[in-house]
């Protein structure tokens, strides 16, 4: 095994053992992937500029030095050979193969070239008709390598931190290097023929400096790949100019004026009477003067100051040598011309440089919260923050970093001398870095071998370190690497490696001997020992102790004693000599674990350990840091935490414990005092937005963990803390003015809280969608929201409670994203502008009113851009006040006049992405962005050129960045909060001696002296208070509602206000345009006071006490912001009245099977384990299917889609629900015998539709809940069918059930109620009363969403937030509520102690609820830690209905998506039993041997079924786009075989691929369109591939090369509706040719051809279109024109669509006229012929089916669809069609009645 291991590393590939390793050698960043940030750290520099040393002066000649040929110092791989050039006359290598990575010449072998020249000079000649890639490793002053590409391959530009590609253009391209036309990518591609040898300079440094504003220090390696021919390679600081000679410059004395000539081993051979520049490429890369950066390199014009030199030398030998007529010339323009551009280009740029440091970090973790070490004098910590490690000082907070990660650290190890540092970040292969930790200089980059490295451990020595992670394969994978070597400059090896199949936590190497180890994980204990190069392991002993879930260990100081902890409890004594278990102690704690949940048995779940000489410090999942003497027998000290404690460590003095727990926040407990405080409060999650206030110097920041944090600017200590559990916070703004605190909600609220009272204000919910924008006016007097929806809302903020002026609907695009920029107030308060209403709009409005004053289309400002520009971001310019910045999608930054919308001047793009935040400082000189992961800072004022700064740091996107109050620092958010220095203080602001405080600037006094500013400090507080390290306070935002504030709505003072909010349109000024305004103003009340109702109402008084308020009438209700809610489906069509329906027993067609249930009804599948019986809705049909066989009938019954069915307890009855059809008063309910399908009544009351129906316990009362527009309850009886009561309900009501132990009880749930309904029979009469028992006030203001019962007296409840709650049907009261998902709970089923829930996060989730009838009997002190999660499932979709047997071990679950799955919990297991599509079906064909079928759908999925059984075969999904059409291409002539089943898809964006039915995978892939695909067909003999577009256009592509071979334009404007080929003898037209091919558009144009394809010819036969009268609504809004060849008449074609009258028509080739037409009684919107059977099947909006048998027979029309007939589809024989509507897909046979 070790031999095995040694062997491995001795093939390791070399670069990966050079000192300075390059990140990702050979590999580039991913298609699609951002482009991440270019890398500059914010640190000074590490070192001067290096100096080339003697030897390399003043060139280098490379292959000489090396000595290429000899092939010791270099190396070379496939086809690399030496040669002799005709042209040169001089030795050349040629280097070509297939591929770049098998051919290529590298230099070094191993090491680096270490030379420090400026000039690269590459003499080189491309192999024509042929690609060739060079790559060039070169380091920067910090020590980061970063690799410069360029190639013939590379389409565009592309670059991250650590890569720059450039494409290459061959041959004399127009433009200069620099101008990256949009012309220029035409000429990216392979070498021409006449390419020729080219002198390449790379300037080096001016490159890092322009791209990735870096220093350049020395080029590292050069990897030369196929296909190209090398003279040379040469590094120099001179400039060497190749059109000129040593002799010519001699006799012109060009020497002395800069002029140097090319060297003679770098000269291309010149005949006499000709020019270098005639005969060769000269490229200079940057090219001279550059100012914006470049995307490509090529060959420029022919440099000026070269052309003005040829025509000195010129002039120089048409005189006498020696005379005066060549030093009267005097300097050459081009050296001057040299020499002022450089000095131009020092000048543009961004001074100071670097212009940002990075002060301050606050976060902690990222990948794990574990990891926090000790420095050997115990005054430092480090621990990672996310992709930065810092080292943090506990007695002054100064950090310092180590950047140069560029994902998530995931483990870190100090060695005991704290000389080295090792990290390790996230990956598939990991990559480590050693860094010398005094100086914080990287060492070491090396390849960790190791998939998701998790544990570091360094040796006492510091030789060794040790890793664990996974490998390939999920094995666990131990490896030893040497680290002596590296502090001197030696590389990292690989020591050994091991594999184990065990589980394995903790390894740590033994302080005493660099050669043992220990692991500990689930089940085992293993000492390790290194020996020989090879690592063993000895397991110990566990078997009178398992099981034992092991998570750390720790050696003992001084004696061979290992600790082990466990979650048991179990602290283990290893005697690591004997290689046995001296004792075994168990923890126990004191008293209960009250809510701790999370620890396994009475035991201590210990998490970590730590041992010192004299104690032990564990921390457990309780949240305790625990100190004991090391016997165990009591506890010296503990410290509670907020969270569960992820590490303990004791510092190396024994005088403090370091701790770390699950949610981010690293602490330190000072043993001597016993006193705890917090040394980093980080959020658990990513920051998403941030405010500043400068008055009282505060930051408020929101966070994914739900939390709202207030921090001190000054010396960025927490303040506060306030927690939203029920919901996220998302945007959020300080008053200006005022201590105020304003935050927005996912859920659409905006809460106001009071940071002196720590109370909250006010709450306001004009939005129904997640807060996107929210900010204050400069002034203070005014605050304004925005949603993702659109909606803009502006409030006053005169008083202190805030209250609503107006509200516009739809001002604001959607999807344009949520975080600052989306709103932005002008300084001096007048002016607010906004994203909107359209992506490509910006609006400025008047900020007292939203009156709009300007509007600007963003699309048509950006000249350069390709693609149309959309606005992003927007920011006022401070000064001068009149512009207004935007950014845009195509990066770009355009200034506009705010006052009349001009486009004052146009930033170019300096970045791939769009940035997501923009921030100018208070005297626009500098302007701030944030794109992906990096922060830019640029020169506002100055063009953009050089003088942009890039950083990085953050390891996840910007969300935000600005400038501080101060304008002393820049804050920027997303994984953490990075505070940096601003280091360009203008001089009126530069500091004082000593360190800068803004706070004294605040106060009376301030500029004087120490002792001023000390009587200032001593005067009343006017500040908020800032409390020392210790813990901030935790306030719950919905704190106000839990003490029972009197109110919280906005209160309406003046008539005006309210005149205001009851209008309806509000006028621009003579501008038709108007905006959606409230309908009432009490819509805009969100919070009322809730009275808990002690006695029962009846339904009219509770409608009338909660509908008072309530102005508008109920065609205005919304519908509730909650999936759980019914929504049909728009549908435009209706089925008529009256149609051709074939008699009983005649029909032609039998419907055989439904693919697919309707994903958008709720409740819509039902089973009965007992009797088996299994039924669920497609569409208007209920499917009811055999769950062994397969077999489905189908029963027809409703013209309309279902909403939702229920089922009888005994299985005899099913009820089933659908809308009202068109000019019906009311909706329709079917009641079935399940026994034969037979409808035995129909029922009729609710007006719109029903949201939900249950059965009573004794089945003989059926109750139907009404939806949001309904808002009615009804009893029916079962018997009679007769109504027995009906009520109207005050809010929208989302599910409804019968108390299984008494049939007078009833529930349903709605908006934050839960109603309790009570049957009273009096005689013959029926009366409701009901009970509104509001929800815990702790959950605020949800919606209860679902609900069921449980054993007696319990109900189950869910909410839209995810929490469950669980109330007392005896009391009518919630006892106990526990958050149960993330999002929004759809379906509870209850059966026993089991209950199981479905939720809108696609999981559902089985409780163990045994316990919850003795937490009943505690009323209000009820704890839900007794409520335990068993087991969770993952599905395609949320979850609408849910069916299960009486134990919840196996059931039925139905989600959105359209499938219906079999859940087993026994197995843990879940089977799709039916899938369908959710979206709209966009194309149906058959297989030729109809033993398949394939659909495809517009959300991106392609389904290929058998047709057999009519189950999913194989499913190909392709993201983001839509699927359009499809073909199956045609039985060869040969047998069949797996070759040709094949499925050709077009795709929204242009693209077709070429599926492998057998091989379940993609064939071929073209992009033959540039919209998107709407027809596809194949040839006969299936070689090529028909494709047309929605531009009309008709592409012709070759199967066996992708080759696409001709474009037809004839139908160009149209969409293409059909394509379809067929042969020449079919359908006899005689002209040349062995095919037929047409194409209809959908402007009724229509075209046949003949086509000959072997001999590539194309002859148009026939091109006509059918008159039609004019559309008013457009081409549209008409059915599509369709067209196909009639099998049994040749040379004939059948169309269909809109023309002068509903018919078909029978088109002759060759008679050149309408032969037959048929009359239809609709108009056509599918159209498909059977050859065999001579049928024609034609379907229609009006969702009928019409089969035609020709010729002569009658018509039949089949119902069944619930929309149109958009798709009919015949197998190739007659036997079977298949139909769409929408997303169903029926499946009929042919029986031939």
Request: hydrophobic share 40%; net charge neutral; with cysteine.
């Given at each position: ?5 040694r ?11 050079t ?13 699609g992937a951002?482009a991440?940030g ?7 520099p ?5 100096v ?11 292959f000489?030095?090396?000595r ?27 280097i ?6 098998s051919?290529y ?7 680096t070239l270490?030379l420090g020249?400026?000039?690269?000079y590459?003499?080189?000649r491309?192999v024509?008709h042929?690609?060739f890639?060079?790559h060039l490793?070169?380091?920067?002053e910090?020590?980061?390598?970063v690799?410069?590409?360029?190639s ?5 530009f ?24 949009p ?7 392979a070498?021409?023929?006449?390419v ?24 590292k390696?050069?990897?030369l ?5 090398v003279?040379?390679?040469?590094t120099?600081?001179?400039?060497f ?10 006799q012109a ?5 800069g002029?140097?000539?090319?060297p ?6 010149v005949?006499k009477g000709?020019?270098w520049?005639?005969?060769y ?5 940057p090219?001279?003067g550059?100012?914006l950066?470049?995307?490509s390199?090529g060959?420029?014009?022919?440099d ?13 030998e ?27 280009g020092?000048?543009?740029r961004?001074?100071?440089?670097p212009?940002l ?6 976060g902690f973790?990222g990948c794990?919260?574990k ?8 005054a430092?910590?480090?621990y990672?923050?996310h ?5 943090l000082?506990?007695q002054t907070?100064?950090?310092r ?5 560029t994902d998530?650290v995931?483990?870190?190890a100090l ?13 598939a292969l990991?990559l480590g870095?050693?860094w ?8 070491s980059?090396f ?28 094995r666990?994978?131990?490896?030893v ?5 590296v502090a001197?400059g ?8 091991a ?15 660099d050669?043992r180890l220990?692991s500990?994980?689930?089940?085992n ?9 090879a690592?063993?392991s ?12 092991c ?5 003992h100081?001084?004696?061979?004693t290992?600790?082990?902890?466990s ?16 004792s ?5 704690p ?5 809510g701790?949940?999370?620890a396994?048995?009475?035991?201590i779940?210990?998490s ?8 032990c410090a564990?921390?457990?999942?309780d ?8 016997d ?8 509670e935490?907020e969270?569960?404690l992820?590490?303990?460590s004791?510092?190396?003095?024994s005088s403090?414990?370091?701790c770390?727990t699950s ?12 006193h705890c405080c917090t ?5 658990g999650g ?21 939390t ?6 000054c ?9 939203s559990?029920e ?5 959020v703004?300080?008053?200006p003015t ?18 002196a ?6 709450e ?15 002034d203070g ?6 949603c ?6 502006l409030?006053s ?7 609503v ?8 695009a ?8 989306t709103?932005?107030v ?5 002016l ?12 400025v409005m008047e900020?007292c ?7 600007v289309d ?22 001068p ?5 935007v ?52 020169n ?8 942009c700064?890039v ?6 996107p ?6 501080t ?12 909060i990075?505070l940096w ?7 009126e602001?530069?500091?004082l001696a ?20 000390k009587d ?5 507080r ?9 813990s ?8 106000a ?11 309406w003072?003046?008539e005006?206000?309210?005149e ?11 501008k ?7 309908v ?7 919070v ?6 002690e ?10 006490g909660?509908?008072?308020p309530?102005s ?12 759980r ?5 728009s ?6 009245e009256?149609?051709?329906?074939p ?28 009797t088996?019986?299994?039924?669920y809705?497609s ?11 397969g ?8 013209t ?14 099913l009820a089933s629900?659908?809308g009202r059809?068109?000019g ?8 079935w015998?399940?026994q034969d399908g037979a409808?035995?009544a ?9 949201q939900a129906?249950?059965f009573?316990?004794d089945d ?13 309850i ?5 018997y009679?069918h ?5 009520a ?10 019968f ?6 009880d ?7 109620a839960l109603?309790?309904?009570l ?9 409701l009363k009901?009970?509104q ?13 679902s ?13 839209s937030?995810g929490h469950?709650?669980v ?14 998902d ?14 199981l ?5 696609k999981?559902?989730?089985?409780w ?5 009838q003795?937490?009943r009997?505690?009323?209000p ?8 999660l068993e ?13 299960f ?9 139905g989600t959105?998506?359209?499938?219906l799955?079999y859940i087993?919990w026994?197995?843990?297991t879940?089977t799709?039993?039916?899938s ?12 030729p ?5 394939a659909?495809c759908s517009?959300?991106?999925?392609l389904?290929?079924w058998?047709?057999g ?5 194989v ?8 699927c ?5 291409k045609p039985?060869p002539?040969?047998a ?28 071929l892939?073209?992009c ?6 709407t027809?596809v067909?194949?040839s ?9 577009a929605?531009d009309g256009?008709v592409?012709v ?7 696409t ?6 139908h ?13 003898q ?9 095919e ?8 009724r ?5 003949a086509c000959d394809w ?7 036969l ?10 008013p609504?457009?081409?549209k809004?008409?059915?599509?024109s ?7 008449k ?6 269909v ?6 018919e078909?028509?029978f ?7 309408v032969?037959q037409?048929i009359s239809?009684?609709y108009?056509a919107?599918?159209?498909s012929l ?7 099947a034609?379907?229609?909006r ?6 035609l048998?020709?010729?002569g ?8 669809h619930?929309?149109?007939?958009h798709?009919c ?9 298949l139909?769409?509507s ?5 499946a009929?046979?042919?029986t031939?009645?």
């Amino acid at each position: 095994m070790a031999a095995g291991h040694r062997a491995g590393a001795a093939r390791a590939p070399r670069r990966w053992r050079t000192r300075s390793t390059k990140v990702a050698e050979g590999r580039g960043p991913r298609d699609g992937a951002s482009a991440a940030g270019v890398a500059r750290t914010g640190l000074p520099p590490l070192s001067p500029p290096a100096v080339p040393a003697a030897w390399q002066r003043p060139y280098l000649n490379i292959f000489k030095h090396f000595r290429v040929d000899e092939w010791k110092r270099s190396a070379k791989e496939g086809d690399v050979a030496a040669l002799t050039d005709a042209r040169l006359k001089a030795t050349v290598y040629r280097i070509r193969g297939s591929l770049p990575s098998s051919s290529y010449l590298q230099l070094p072998r191993t090491g680096t070239l270490g030379l420090g020249g400026r000039f690269l000079y590459l003499l080189f000649r491309p192999v024509p008709h042929r690609h060739f890639v060079v790559h060039l490793d070169v380091t920067t002053e910090d020590q980061q390598v970063v690799r410069i590409s360029f190639s013939t391959l590379f389409k565009e530009f592309k670059f991250t931190a650590t890569w720059l590609q450039f494409p290459f253009v061959c041959g004399a391209a127009e433009g200069s290097a620099a101008g990256a036309q949009p012309g220029r990518r035409a000429l990216v591609g392979a070498a021409p023929g006449a390419v020729r040898w080219t002198c390449l300079v790379l300037d080096l440094p001016s490159i890092l400096s322009l791209y990735l504003s870096r220093r350049y220090s020395h080029l590292k390696s050069i990897k030369l790949c196929c296909s190209l021919l090398v003279r040379n390679l040469c590094t120099s600081d001179l400039l060497f100019d190749p059109g000129v000679t040593f002799s010519e410059a001699r006799q012109a004395g060009l020497l002395c004026h800069g002029v140097v000539p090319m060297p003679r081993e770098m000269a291309f051979p010149v005949p006499k009477g000709q020019s270098w520049h005639d005969l060769y490429d000269y490229i200079r890369f940057p090219s001279e003067g550059c100012e914006l950066p470049s995307s490509s390199i090529g060959k420029s014009c022919p440099d000026p100051a070269a052309e003005q030199r040829l025509h000195s030398l010129r002039n120089v030998e048409q005189s006498p040598a020696g005379s005066n007529g060549g030093t009267q010339l005097g300097p050459p323009q081009g050296s001057e011309g040299t020499s002022t551009a450089a000095h131009t280009g020092s000048e543009q740029r961004l001074f100071p440089d670097p212009i940002l440091r990075l002060k301050t970090i606050i976060g902690f973790g990222g990948c794990s919260t574990k990891w926090a070490l000790w420095t050997q004098d115990s005054a430092a910590v480090v621990y990672p923050c996310h992709a930065v490690i810092v080292t943090l000082q506990i007695q002054t907070g100064e950090q310092r970093f180590f950047i140069g990660h560029t994902d998530k650290v995931s483990a870190l190890a100090l060695d005991r001398s704290c000389t080295l540092l090792a990290s390790a970040q996230l990956g598939a292969l990991s990559l480590g870095r050693l860094w010398h930790f005094p100086t914080g200089s990287c060492l070491s980059v090396f390849q960790t071998h190791v998939h998701s490295l998790c544990s570091l451990s360094f040796s006492g020595s510091g030789a060794l370190l040790c890793g664990l992670g996974k490998d390939g394969h999920g094995r666990t994978m131990v490896v030893v690497w040497n680290t002596a070597q590296v502090a001197c400059g030696g590389e990292v090896a690989v020591l050994a490696k091991a594999h184990t199949d065990v589980d394995i936590q903790t390894l740590k190497i033994a302080f005493f001997d660099d050669t043992r180890l220990a692991s500990c994980g689930k089940d085992n204990v293993r000492l390790w020992r290194l020996r020989g190069g090879a690592l063993r392991s000895c397991p110990l002993s566990l078997a009178h102790h398992q099981p034992l879930d092991c998570t750390d260990l720790a050696f003992h100081l001084q004696e061979h004693t290992l600790f082990v902890s466990s979650r048991s409890g179990h602290i283990l004594e290893v005697d690591y000599r004997r290689v046995c278990v001296r004792s075994v102690r168990r923890l126990l704690p004191v008293r209960p674990l009250d809510g701790a949940g999370s620890a396994t048995g009475p035991g201590i779940a210990i998490s970590s350990i730590s041992i010192s000489s004299g104690f032990c410090a564990t921390g457990s999942e309780d949240g305790y840091l625990r100190l004991w003497p090391l016997d165990f027998s009591a506890i010296v000290l503990e410290a509670e935490q907020e969270a569960p404690l992820s590490s303990v460590s004791i510092s190396p003095d024994s005088s403090k414990v370091l701790c770390s727990t699950s949610t981010g926040r690293l602490s330190c407990l000072h043993i001597p005092s016993g006193h705890c405080c917090t040394l980093m409060p980080s959020h658990g999650g990513s920051v998403l937005a941030f405010s500043m206030e400068g008055l009282w110097e505060l930051l408020a920041t929101v966070s994914q963990d739900s939390t709202i944090r207030v921090w001190d600017l000054c010396s960025m200590q927490q303040l506060y803390e306030f927690s939203s559990a029920e919901d996220l916070p998302c945007a959020v703004a300080l008053h200006p003015t005022q201590q105020l605190l304003a935050c927005g909600f996912r859920s659409g609220k905006v809460q106001t809280f009071s940071l002196a009272a720590s109370d909250l204000l006010v709450e306001h919910k004009q939005h129904q969608a997640g807060i996107s924008g929210l900010t204050f006016s400069p002034d203070g007097h005014f605050m304004f929201s925005c949603c993702v929806q659109g909606t803009l809302a502006l409030y006053s903020c005169l008083a202190e409670k805030s209250h609503v002026l107006r509200v516009l609907g739809g001002a604001l695009a959607g999807g344009t994203g949520s975080g600052a920029g989306t709103l932005a107030v002008s300084q001096d308060s007048r002016l607010l502008a906004c994203l909107g209403p359209s992506r490509h709009l910006v609006t400025v409005m008047e900020a007292c009113s939203l009156d709009q004053l300007l509007r600007v289309d963003i699309s048509t400002l950006g000249l350069n851009s390709r693609a149309l520009d959309s606005a992003r971001r927007i920011c006022f310019a401070p000064v001068p006040p009149g512009e207004l910045l935007v950014s845009t999608s195509s990066g770009q930054i355009l200034v506009l006049a705010a006052d009349t919308g001009q486009l004052l001047r146009q930033v170019p793009a300096v970045q791939k992405l769009c940035c997501s935040s923009l921030a100018l400082s208070k005297d626009s000189s500098y302007l701030l962005t944030a794109s992906d992961r990096v922060v830019r800072v640029c020169n506002y004022k100055k063009p953009f050129g050089g003088n942009c700064q890039v950083y990085i740091g953050h390891s996840e996107p910007v969300c935000q960045v600005a400038f501080t109050p101060d304008q002393r620092h820049v804050l920027s958010v997303g994984d953490a909060i990075f505070l940096w220095e601003f280091l360009a203080l203008p001089a009126e602001r530069a500091p004082l001696a000593g360190p800068p405080s803004s706070r004294a600037t605040l106060m009376p006094g301030a500029g004087g002296s120490p002792e001023k500013l000390k009587d200032a400090s001593e005067g009343p507080r006017q500040m908020v208070p800032r409390p020392l390290l210790s813990s901030p306070p935790r306030l719950d935002a919905s704190s106000a509602l839990q003490a029972g504030c009197p109110s919280v709505s906005p209160e309406w003072d003046t008539e005006e206000e309210a005149e205001l909010l009851d209008s309806k349109v509000v006028r621009n000024g003579d501008k038709d345009a108007s905006v959606l305004e409230p309908v009432s103003k009490e819509e805009l009340l969100v919070v009322r006071p809730r009275e808990r109702q002690e006695s029962w109402r009846t339904p009219e008084e509770s409608a009338a006490g909660s509908r008072q308020p309530r102005s508008p009438g109920r065609g205005q209700r919304l519908r509730p912001a909650c999936y759980r809610h019914f929504a049909a489906r728009s549908k435009a069509s209706l089925l008529p009245e009256s149609f051709s329906s074939p008699p009983a027993g005649r029909e032609t067609l039998k419907l055989r099977a439904v693919l697919g249930c309707n994903g958008n009804g709720r409740g819509n599948m039902v089973w009965d384990p007992d009797t088996g019986f299994f039924a669920y809705t497609s569409g208007c049909l209920i499917v009811v299917e055999d769950l062994h066989s397969g077999a489905q009938s189908h029963w027809h019954g409703h013209t309309e889609e279902i909403s939702t069915l229920a089922l009888s307890h005994d299985a005899q009855l099913l009820a089933s629900a659908s809308g009202r059809r068109d000019g019906d008063s009311h909706c329709q309910i079917c009641i079935w015998k399940a026994q034969d399908g037979a409808c035995t009544a129909r029922l009729s009351h609710h007006k719109t539709q029903i949201q939900a129906m249950a059965f009573s316990r004794d089945d003989m009362i059926l109750v139907t809940l009404g939806d949001y527009r309904d808002q009615t309850i009804a009893l029916w009886n079962t018997y009679t069918h007769q109504l027995l009561a009906s009520a109207g309900i005050p809010e929208p009501a989302h599910e409804v059930a019968f108390n299984p132990l008494c049939h007078r009880d009833l529930a349903c749930v709605g908006k934050g109620a839960l109603m309790f309904w009570l049957l009273e029979e009096q005689g013959a009469a029926v009366h409701l009363k009901v009970h509104q028992a509001p929800a815990p006030d702790v959950l605020g203001p949800v919606e209860l969403t679902s609900l069921c019962y449980g054993a007696s007296p319990l109900l189950y409840s869910g909410t839209s937030s995810g929490h469950i709650c669980v109330w007392d049907t005896q009391a009518n009261c919630c006892f106990l509520t526990w958050e149960a998902d993330e999002g929004e709970i759809g379906v509870l089923l209850c059966q026993h102690h089991r209950l199981l829930s479905g939720s809108s996060t696609k999981r559902i989730r089985l409780w163990a609820v045994g316990t919850v009838q003795e937490l009943r009997l505690k009323g209000p002190d009820a704890r839900s830690s007794s409520v335990l999660l068993e087991q969770e499932l993952s599905l395609d979709g949320p979850i609408v209905s849910a069916a299960f047997d009486e134990c919840l071990e196996m059931g039925i679950v139905g989600t959105t998506a359209g499938t219906l799955w079999y859940i087993n919990w026994a197995e843990s297991t879940s089977t799709r039993l039916v899938s369908g599509h959710k979206d709209k079906v966009t194309a149906l064909c058959f297989s030729p041997e109809e033993t398949h079928c394939a659909s495809c759908s517009e959300d991106g999925s392609l389904r290929v079924w058998a047709l057999g059984s009519l189950e999913l075969v194989v499913q190909f999904q392709v993201l983001n786009q839509s699927c359009q059409c499809l073909a199956w291409k045609p039985q060869p002539v040969a047998a069949w075989g797996a070759e040709s089943q094949q499925v050709v898809a077009g795709y929204s964006d242009g693209t077709i691929r070429v599926f492998s039915i057998s091989r379940t995978e993609l064939e071929l892939k073209m992009c033959p369109h540039g919209t998107a695909v709407t027809a596809v067909a194949y040839s006969t003999d299936g070689e090529m591939i028909l494709s047309g577009a929605q531009d009309g256009l008709v592409a012709v592509s070759s199967l066996r090369t992708g080759v696409t071979l001709h474009v037809l334009p004839d139908h160009r404007g149209s969409p293409i509706t059909a394509l379809q080929c067929t042969r020449q003898q079919q359908a006899g037209s005689g002209a040349q040719g062995s095919e037929l091919w047409l194409a209809t558009s959908w402007d009724r144009r229509l075209s046949v051809w003949a086509c000959d394809w072997r001999r590539g010819k194309w002859q148009l036969l026939d091109c006509f279109s059918f008159p039609a009268p004019a559309s008013p609504q457009g081409i549209k809004s008409l059915p599509p024109s369709l067209a196909a060849f009639c099998p049994w008449k040749p040379s004939t074609l059948v169309c269909v669509g809109f023309g002068m009258q509903k018919e078909a028509l029978f088109y002759s080739l060759h008679k050149k006229q309408v032969v037959q037409r048929i009359s239809l009684p609709y108009l056509a919107t599918s159209l498909s012929l059977a050859p065999a059977a001579r049928l024609m099947a034609i379907g229609s909006r009006e969702r009928l089916l019409r089969l035609l048998r020709s010729p002569g027979s009658g018509a039949q029309d089949y119902a069944g669809h619930d929309d149109a007939v958009h798709l009919c589809c015949f197998s190739p024989s007659g036997r079977r069609l298949l139909t769409a509507s929408h997303s169903a897909v029926l499946a009929w046979e042919v029986t031939g009645g």
